[in-house]
């Protein structure tokens, strides 16, 4: 047999003298005569049980009866009389019981029997839900302790450690191991495979026939440990393949009696599970019976396997048809209907699953689906036949929330739990999509298993989660997994802890979800697949049928719960294929979950829940237009290959269409809204322009980049539409306001007035950082910057424990007991002998005896410092939490350069009215809430990678385009940031040679040049950085000088004064054509009342203050709220997104505009000389009697030179003083100055009149 194994592929199991041994150890210990028949029987159960194929098994079995000369009947071996059968079964012990011992559970129990029988450790193998830890539990009596094993798992969780026990010390606790050992009680240890060798071999002792156990840790002597009887080990594990699973070592499992547990059901043992699930159940009039119902469940699950099963890496497995039978008996008296009872078992153990659950190969879902149905329908009619009905798809769901039976949803009643059930604002039941996944989770939540929920970014996962348990009042513990979390942060950890006698010591603090195990919470797991095999690993005994969660460091196992009020497990998880460090899960822990694959949401769906959140403020239409826009954007990026592929790939969902509504409703603008949220994160200008003609063939309005402009006061600032309060007046950043980040900046203060989170988008050195910090100090709030890298990990985003030490100085407190006990020389001398703190205490606390009561209390004062002055931990918050709590800033640069799952640990503190557990430092019953003015910004070059697709949809993603917003392709940027000092013309004229010669310095150039610049005359600076395309000779030729540039002022304490001289200087130097008036009046309607009051118009523009003067007195006579603001806000657009509203009274300002805009009418029809041959001057002839009437061009002509010195006389004081309206007053301005100018023309040879008749008809008009 040797031969023939060693020729085999199983060449691991041959036998060796341990199992030599152990066979002899089993006939020594039987007492059956036939002593042949016994041999050839134990060597079957030794050898033949843990082949993992018939051919292996077939082959034992017939090497066996070669050379013992006895038949060996399986049958025989496992039935239920069989005399290896332990006694207690044999004589129906689980008679009452949920166990149906099918051929394979008969099978396992007699080869665990007997293997315990002779104190063998036993080893079983097989796929999950098999029933090893069933069989483990059913020979134990009721007596088992278990553990589970993952890659963490250390020695000291088996054999026990030092723990810390409240007052400072620690004491030995036993593990697991060692307290079954001593209370002779069974130990299962599950998935054994997955600890490290070097941890299980320490239990190598422990397997061995001796069982004995040293322990060398729990004190200073060690102490050996034999196990009492009763203690029997058994092991399980899944076979190696599977994701995260491995072989035990040949070592390892040579020391173990190791039987493999076949997974195969046949469909006479499937039947006979399903009855016995059945067996409380009655059936009522009319009803199928158990067995056709039965036999029913056991044809489609032969018929699904057999045409599917090649597809799905999980196969139906027993936890699958127990789950649909129990789901069966739940719903069927509510129901009414077997065949909608049946269709709900199938649909949520196997239906739902399709497309959650891992594959081998792609399928199309929707088909298999209705191929199920058809064949579940086919079935039914065939075996059910008075009891069919046909099921389908279509059935309607209905939703109560008001019952007092419970929230009901159709078929199915979820118990209220313990709050006043509520209901989320941005969430709806009526959304069809998010209805069928209420009614699917509440199809689940039937049996007592946990639920699985996975669907793309967006399609509602966790907000049906929390929605639910809101709607039912459960309190809900939400947790983000990562690859960073440890089963710490969810059970909970020894923390460090301060005793009132002010020394260190550690003491246990539940985690969330052991917190969440106790109070009867419902536990939502975000992201379950970033999270380590570990963490799986650990869950698992909380999932399965034990529900129980051992912790080792307490060596206390807690019951999940049971009834109405037990905790319920939900876990979320986007696809494998999005990336983001996402891994599969492994099948073994998939199983144990009630699967459910969230669809999409659907157009129908967003408008729906759009139409909920937003109908008072937005039409049907435009709602129906915003999700046909987003609708189209989804279908031109998967039909076009080109859009949006750089920078691809872009989720554009529910959430998008959210923050439109939202940002529109409060900007009173969609277009403004919909480039924000949609252009803005695209990469290319053509992506962009596209993306707006989306916009534009829906809505039919312009869609055009905003131009943004700044005003800023003590206590408010002002970027383009967007107003936002002041913290603090003070500013350091000591930074330029650069012309080509002010649209950035507008876009950034609409994340920050909206709370949204940002992600900026740029190549290195484009200004990502700068900007947010310009903004920062802009407000006058606190900004903290985080840089991430390859190594951060997630205490480094939210703290960590550190060291500290209460420091006294040791030689002050001598010196001043000394000066105390001056009285007392012996006592003085003594504690200035001490050399430490402990010897000096304890003399201080001597000498507190002996003295009088006043220097007693001082002395004693000196010893509670000293037993201050001592080292321990204490929680210090990252700069992230701190600005999280206190409402600061956070700037987290590259975030692309750590891992996704680090960032998304982040993820429920992220969202909108989120939380953050921090189970890091112990606090699991408290989440924290975001202070209200706490912004986060994310920023990444591109070069580096990407972050997760889930991160990207929850931020409001810009890209910096260094055409539109890089600093290095604008002159007067340039200058700012290569030479911030007041620079020579020279500099200016250079700067502006180079790039009107089509020569584009990189940033990282320029800032090589900035620092050239010190001592270097320029023509050599641009040889030096290797500028190449000019002609340095021409640099000071007068075209290079052409033009002026005027850069921003620097963001310091000045800013409310440099800003106003800066806009004085833009109206001065715009209107070099001449028109200097124009200037002044777009000065004094864009001016501040601070600086008209202080003088600067009049040093600004000289020549026209006079006739200005009259509108300043005006001014200065009103009080405003804030003297540093603009004069009128609408002169710089409409502010959309105000702090608060303000009285619609513009009368003042509308006032001054127009009679501003008279005196600059009046000015320019002043300045009009009338032309030869105009009407005018025929007019003028006319009135001198120089000409007769007849050779007037036209009769009329004769009045326009008297109507012209009319309205001279008219203009400008008398005019604002008509009983019009104000926009009738302007227009018609307007016309007066177009008809005076016309009037003035020389008239064409060929239309005369024309023009001066056109214009004469629009005055006419007004």
Same mark, same amino acid.
């Given at each position: 047999?040797?031969?023939?194994?060693?020729?085999?592929?199983?060449?691991?199991?041959?036998?060796?003298?341990?199992?030599?041994?152990?066979?002899?150890?089993?006939?020594?210990?039987?007492? &059956?005569?036939?002593?042949?028949?016994?041999?050839?029987?134990? $060597?079957?159960?030794?050898?033949?049980?843990?082949?993992?194929?018939?051919?292996?098994?077939?082959?034992?079995?017939?090497?066996?009866?070669?050379?013992?000369?006895?038949?060996?009947?399986?049958?025989?071996?496992?039935?239920?009389?069989?005399?290896?059968?332990?006694?207690?079964?044999?004589?129906?012990?689980?008679?009452?019981?949920?166990?149906?011992?099918?051929?394979?559970?008969?099978?396992?129990?007699?080869?665990?029997?007997?293997?315990?029988?002779?104190?063998?450790?036993?080893?079983?193998?097989?796929?999950?839900?098999?029933?090893?830890?069933?069989?483990?539990?059913?020979?134990?009596?009721?007596?088992?302790?278990?553990?589970?094993?993952?890659?963490?798992?250390?020695?000291?969780?088996?054999?026990?450690?030092?723990?810390?026990? $409240?007052?400072?010390?620690?004491?030995?606790?036993? $593990?697991?191991?060692?307290?079954?050992?001593?209370?002779?009680?069974?130990?299962?240890?599950?998935?054994?495979?997955?600890?490290?060798?070097?941890?299980?071999?320490?239990?190598?002792?422990?397997?061995?026939?001796?069982?004995?156990?040293?322990?060398?840790?729990?004190?200073?002597?060690?102490?050996?440990?034999?196990?009492?009887?009763?203690?029997?080990?058994?092991?399980?594990?899944?076979?190696?393949?599977?994701?995260?699973?491995?072989?035990?070592?040949?070592?390892?499992?040579?020391?173990?009696?190791?039987?493999?547990?076949?997974?195969?059901?046949?469909?006479?043992?499937?039947?006979?599970?399903?009855?016995?699930?059945?067996?409380?159940?009655?059936?009522?009039?009319?009803?199928?019976?158990?067995?056709?119902?039965?036999?029913?469940?056991? &044809?489609?699950?032969? !018929?699904? *396997?057999?045409?599917?099963?090649?597809?799905?890496?999980?196969?139906?497995?027993?936890?699958?048809?127990?789950?649909?039978?129990?789901?069966?008996?739940?719903?069927?008296?509510?129901?009414?209907?077997?065949?909608?009872?049946?269709?709900?078992?199938?649909?949520?153990?196997?239906?739902?699953?399709?497309?959650?659950?891992?594959?081998?190969?792609?399928?199309?879902?929707?088909?298999?689906?209705?191929?199920?149905?058809?064949?579940?329908?086919?079935?039914?009619?065939?075996?059910?036949?008075?009891?069919?009905?046909?099921?389908?798809?279509?059935?309607?769901?209905?939703?109560?929330?008001?019952?007092?039976?419970?929230?009901?949803?159709?078929?199915?009643?979820?118990?209220?739990?313990?709050?006043?059930?509520?209901?989320?604002?941005?969430?709806?039941? %009526?959304?069809?999509?998010?209805?069928?996944?209420?009614?699917?989770?509440?199809?689940?939540?039937?049996?007592?298993? @946990?639920?699985?929920?996975?669907?793309?970014?967006?399609?509602?996962?966790?907000?049906?989660?929390?929605?639910?348990?809101?709607?039912?009042?459960? @309190?809900?513990?939400?947790?983000?997994?990562?690859?960073?979390?440890?089963?710490?942060?969810?059970?909970?950890?020894?923390? @460090?802890?301060?005793?009132?006698?002010?020394?260190?010591?550690?003491?246990?603090?539940?985690?969330?979800?052991?917190?969440?195990?106790?109070?009867?919470? !419902?536990?939502?797991?975000?992201?379950?697949?970033?999270?380590?095999?570990?963490?799986?690993?650990? +869950?698992?005994?909380?999932?399965?049928?034990?529900?129980?969660?051992?912790?080792?460091?307490?060596?206390?196992?807690?019951?999940?719960?049971?009834?109405?009020?037990?905790?319920?497990?939900?876990?979320?998880?986007?696809?494998?294929?999005?990336?983001?460090?996402?891994?599969?899960?492994?099948?073994?822990?998939?199983?144990?979950?009630?699967?459910?694959?969230?669809?999409?949401?659907?157009?129908?769906?967003?408008?729906?829940?759009?139409?909920?959140?937003?109908?008072?403020?937005?039409?049907?239409?435009?709602?129906?237009?915003?999700?046909?826009?987003?609708?189209?954007?989804?279908?031109?990026?998967?039909?076009?290959?080109?859009?949006?592929?750089? $920078?691809?790939?872009? %989720?554009?969902?529910?959430?998008?269409? +959210?923050? !439109?509504?939202?940002?529109?409703?409060?900007?009173?603008?969609?277009?403004?809204?919909?480039?924000?949220?949609?252009?803005?994160?695209?990469?290319?200008?053509?992506?962009?322009?596209?993306?707006?003609?989306?916009?534009?063939?829906?809505?039919?309005?312009?869609?055009?980049?905003?131009?943004?402009?700044?005003?800023?006061?003590?206590?408010?600032?002002?970027?383009?539409?967007?107003?936002?309060?002041?913290?603090?007046?003070?500013?350091?950043?000591?930074?330029?306001?650069?012309?080509?980040?002010?649209?950035?900046?507008?876009?950034?203060?609409?994340?920050?007035?909206?709370?949204?989170?940002?992600?900026?988008?740029?190549?290195?050195?484009?200004?990502?950082?700068?900007?947010?910090?310009?903004?920062?100090?802009?407000?006058?709030?606190?900004?903290?910057?985080?840089?991430?890298?390859?190594?951060?990990?997630?205490?480094?985003?939210?703290?960590?424990?550190?060291?500290?030490?209460?420091?006294?100085?040791?030689?002050?407190?001598?010196?001043?007991?000394?000066?105390?006990?001056?009285?007392?020389?012996?006592?003085?001398?003594?504690?200035?002998?001490?050399?430490?703190?402990?010897?000096?205490?304890?003399?201080?606390?001597?000498?507190?005896? +002996?003295?009088?009561?006043?220097?007693?209390?001082?002395?004693?004062?000196?010893?509670?410092? +000293?037993?201050?002055?001592?080292?321990?931990?204490?929680?210090?918050?990252?700069?992230?939490?701190?600005?999280?709590?206190?409402?600061?800033?956070?700037?987290?640069?590259?975030?692309?350069?750590?891992?996704?799952?680090?960032?998304?640990?982040?993820?429920?503190?992220?969202?909108?009215?989120?939380?953050?557990?921090?189970?890091?430092?112990?606090?699991?019953?408290?989440?924290?809430?975001?202070?209200?003015?706490?912004?986060?910004?994310?920023?990444?070059?591109?070069?580096?990678? *990407?972050?997760?697709?889930?991160?990207?949809?929850?931020?409001?993603?810009?890209?910096?385009?260094?055409? %539109?917003?890089?600093?290095?392709?604008?002159?007067?940027?340039?200058?700012?940031?290569?030479?911030?000092?007041?620079?020579?013309?020279?500099?200016?004229?250079?700067?502006?040679?180079?790039?009107?010669?089509?020569?584009?310095?990189?940033?990282?150039?320029?800032?090589?040049?900035?620092?050239?610049?010190?001592?270097?005359?320029?023509?050599?600076?641009?040889?030096?950085?290797?500028?190449?395309?000019?002609?340095?000779?021409?640099?000071?030729?007068?075209?290079?000088?052409?033009?002026?540039?005027?850069?921003?002022?620097?963001?310091?304490?000045?800013?409310?004064?440099?800003?106003?001289?800066?806009?004085?200087?833009?109206?001065?130097?715009?209107?070099?054509?001449?028109?200097?008036?124009?200037?002044?009046?777009?000065?004094?309607?864009?001016?501040?009342?601070?600086?008209?009051?202080?003088?600067?118009?009049?040093?600004?523009?000289?020549?026209?203050?006079?006739?200005?003067?009259?509108?300043?007195?005006?001014?200065?006579?009103?009080?405003?709220?804030?003297?540093?603001?603009?004069?009128?806000?609408?002169?710089?657009?409409?502010?959309?997104?105000?702090?608060?509203?303000?009285?619609?009274?513009?009368?003042?300002?509308?006032?001054?505009?127009?009679?501003?805009?008279?005196?600059?009418?009046?000015?320019?029809?002043?300045?009009?000389?009338?032309?030869?041959?105009?009407?005018?001057?025929?007019?003028?002839?006319?009135?001198?009697?120089?000409?007769?009437?007849?050779?007037?061009?036209?009769?009329?002509?004769?009045?326009?030179?008297?109507?012209?010195?009319?309205?001279?006389?008219?203009?400008?004081?008398?005019?604002?003083?008509?009983?019009?309206?104000?926009?009738?007053?302007?227009?018609?301005?307007?016309?007066?100055?177009?008809?005076?100018?016309?009037?003035?023309?020389?008239?064409?040879?060929?239309?005369?009149?024309?023009?001066?008749?056109?214009?004469?008809?629009?005055?006419?008009?007004?």
């Amino acid at each position: 047999m040797s031969w023939r194994r060693w020729s085999s592929r199983a060449r691991d199991g041959l036998m060796t003298l341990r199992d030599v041994f152990r066979w002899a150890k089993r006939l020594a210990l039987s007492d &059956q005569t036939d002593w042949q028949q016994c041999l050839a029987d134990q $060597g079957f159960f030794l050898l033949a049980a843990r082949c993992r194929n018939v051919v292996d098994e077939s082959l034992v079995k017939a090497t066996l009866e070669k050379h013992l000369k006895r038949t060996i009947s399986a049958e025989r071996l496992f039935a239920m009389d069989s005399v290896y059968m332990p006694s207690n079964i044999r004589n129906g012990d689980l008679t009452d019981c949920d166990i149906e011992l099918t051929s394979t559970m008969r099978r396992m129990i007699v080869l665990c029997a007997q293997a315990w029988r002779c104190n063998e450790p036993v080893l079983m193998v097989g796929d999950t839900g098999c029933g090893k830890t069933t069989v483990a539990d059913i020979i134990a009596k009721g007596k088992l302790l278990s553990v589970n094993c993952h890659e963490r798992t250390e020695t000291s969780d088996f054999l026990g450690s030092l723990r810390p026990i $409240g007052d400072g010390t620690f004491r030995w606790v036993d $593990g697991i191991v060692v307290e079954a050992m001593k209370e002779g009680r069974p130990l299962l240890i599950d998935e054994i495979s997955l600890a490290a060798d070097s941890v299980l071999e320490r239990l190598n002792p422990l397997l061995e026939p001796s069982r004995l156990l040293l322990l060398t840790d729990a004190g200073t002597v060690a102490e050996q440990v034999e196990a009492k009887d009763g203690f029997n080990i058994v092991a399980t594990m899944n076979p190696g393949g599977d994701y995260g699973k491995k072989e035990l070592s040949k070592a390892l499992r040579n020391r173990f009696t190791e039987f493999w547990c076949p997974s195969e059901l046949n469909a006479d043992d499937m039947k006979s599970i399903i009855l016995r699930r059945m067996r409380y159940w009655t059936p009522r009039e009319k009803m199928p019976s158990k067995e056709c119902i039965a036999t029913c469940l056991v &044809q489609f699950v032969t !018929w699904f *396997s057999s045409n599917y099963s090649h597809i799905f890496r999980c196969r139906i497995s027993i936890r699958d048809v127990v789950a649909a039978t129990e789901l069966f008996v739940s719903c069927v008296d509510r129901a009414g209907s077997v065949s909608r009872a049946f269709y709900h078992a199938i649909s949520a153990t196997i239906l739902d699953a399709l497309g959650a659950v891992p594959t081998r190969m792609s399928f199309d879902r929707l088909a298999l689906v209705d191929d199920s149905i058809r064949e579940l329908n086919a079935i039914m009619r065939r075996e059910l036949q008075l009891g069919f009905e046909e099921v389908g798809e279509s059935f309607s769901v209905t939703i109560h929330g008001s019952s007092d039976e419970g929230f009901i949803v159709s078929d199915f009643v979820i118990p209220f739990g313990p709050l006043r059930p509520s209901m989320p604002a941005t969430f709806t039941f %009526e959304a069809p999509t998010c209805k069928r996944n209420v009614y699917r989770l509440a199809r689940a939540l039937s049996i007592n298993k @946990p639920i699985l929920m996975e669907g793309a970014p967006g399609c509602g996962k966790s907000s049906t989660v929390v929605a639910l348990a809101a709607a039912t009042g459960h @309190p809900l513990t939400r947790l983000n997994l990562s690859d960073q979390t440890d089963l710490s942060d969810l059970f909970g950890s020894d923390v @460090p802890i301060v005793l009132e006698d002010g020394s260190a010591s550690f003491a246990w603090k539940d985690g969330p979800v052991l917190n969440a195990i106790k109070n009867g919470h !419902w536990i939502l797991l975000d992201e379950m697949n970033l999270a380590s095999q570990s963490v799986l690993e650990g +869950l698992n005994a909380c999932l399965d049928h034990r529900r129980q969660l051992f912790i080792a460091e307490l060596n206390r196992t807690f019951e999940v719960g049971a009834g109405s009020g037990r905790s319920r497990f939900f876990a979320c998880q986007n696809p494998r294929k999005q990336g983001g460090n996402r891994r599969a899960l492994p099948k073994s822990f998939v199983n144990r979950f009630t699967s459910i694959y969230a669809e999409d949401l659907t157009a129908d769906d967003e408008r729906i829940i759009i139409g909920k959140c937003f109908s008072r403020d937005l039409d049907e239409d435009v709602i129906a237009q915003m999700v046909a826009v987003k609708e189209t954007i989804v279908h031109e990026i998967s039909t076009d290959g080109h859009f949006a592929s750089d $920078g691809a790939p872009f %989720e554009f969902n529910l959430r998008d269409l +959210l923050r !439109w509504a939202e940002l529109t409703v409060k900007s009173k603008d969609i277009a403004y809204a919909f480039d924000l949220i949609f252009v803005r994160r695209l990469r290319t200008p053509e992506d962009r322009r596209k993306m707006r003609n989306i916009f534009v063939e829906k809505f039919g309005l312009q869609c055009l980049p905003s131009i943004a402009s700044i005003s800023i006061s003590r206590s408010r600032i002002r970027i383009g539409k967007v107003e936002l309060s002041r913290m603090d007046s003070h500013m350091s950043s000591q930074r330029y306001l650069l012309s080509s980040q002010l649209t950035l900046l507008e876009h950034l203060a609409i994340c920050v007035h909206m709370n949204w989170l940002t992600l900026l988008v740029g190549k290195t050195n484009i200004g990502k950082a700068s900007i947010v910090q310009i903004l920062a100090d802009l407000t006058g709030t606190k900004l903290y910057t985080m840089r991430l890298t390859s190594e951060t990990d997630a205490l480094e985003l939210l703290g960590s424990f550190e060291q500290v030490t209460d420091y006294v100085d040791l030689a002050k407190v001598k010196n001043g007991c000394a000066r105390l006990l001056s009285n007392h020389k012996g006592l003085r001398d003594a504690v200035l002998k001490c050399e430490d703190s402990l010897a000096l205490r304890l003399s201080l606390q001597s000498a507190a005896y +002996l003295v009088d009561g006043e220097t007693a209390t001082h002395l004693n004062g000196y010893v509670e410092a +000293l037993y201050r002055n001592t080292m321990r931990f204490e929680w210090v918050n990252s700069n992230f939490l701190d600005a999280y709590a206190n409402g600061y800033w956070i700037l987290v640069e590259n975030v692309n350069c750590c891992s996704a799952a680090v960032l998304d640990r982040l993820n429920t503190c992220l969202e909108s009215n989120g939380t953050l557990i921090l189970s890091e430092r112990g606090d699991s019953e408290q989440s924290i809430s975001a202070h209200p003015n706490f912004r986060v910004f994310f920023t990444m070059d591109p070069a580096n990678g *990407s972050i997760s697709r889930a991160m990207r949809n929850r931020s409001i993603e810009l890209f910096i385009s260094p055409e %539109e917003n890089g600093w290095y392709h604008r002159a007067s940027d340039i200058l700012s940031i290569v030479s911030p000092e007041q620079s020579d013309e020279h500099l200016m004229k250079a700067f502006r040679f180079v790039l009107d010669a089509g020569v584009h310095l990189t940033p990282e150039q320029l800032l090589q040049l900035k620092v050239l610049l010190q001592g270097m005359p320029l023509e050599q600076v641009l040889k030096a950085v290797n500028v190449k395309g000019v002609n340095y000779m021409e640099v000071d030729s007068e075209s290079a000088g052409s033009g002026s540039l005027l850069r921003y002022p620097l963001v310091s304490d000045g800013l409310l004064t440099t800003l106003d001289d800066w806009k004085c200087a833009v109206w001065k130097m715009v209107c070099t054509d001449g028109d200097l008036l124009l200037g002044a009046v777009w000065c004094l309607l864009s001016a501040t009342p601070h600086r008209i009051i202080s003088g600067k118009l009049r040093s600004t523009f000289p020549s026209d203050y006079v006739l200005l003067s009259g509108l300043m007195d005006i001014i200065q006579s009103n009080r405003f709220d804030d003297e540093f603001l603009p004069f009128d806000e609408r002169f710089e657009g409409p502010l959309a997104l105000r702090l608060a509203d303000r009285i619609a009274d513009f009368s003042l300002e509308d006032k001054i505009i127009l009679r501003a805009f008279n005196i600059w009418i009046w000015a320019q029809m002043k300045a009009i000389k009338s032309e030869d041959g105009s009407a005018a001057c025929f007019s003028t002839a006319f009135l001198k009697k120089e000409i007769l009437i007849d050779e007037l061009p036209s009769e009329c002509v004769r009045y326009v030179s008297g109507f012209i010195d009319e309205l001279l006389h008219l203009f400008p004081n008398s005019y604002c003083n008509l009983p019009c309206s104000f926009n009738l007053l302007i227009e018609s301005a307007w016309n007066v100055l177009l008809f005076v100018r016309t009037a003035c023309e020389k008239l064409h040879n060929r239309t005369g009149c024309a023009s001066m008749h056109i214009a004469w008809q629009r005055l006419s008009g007004t």
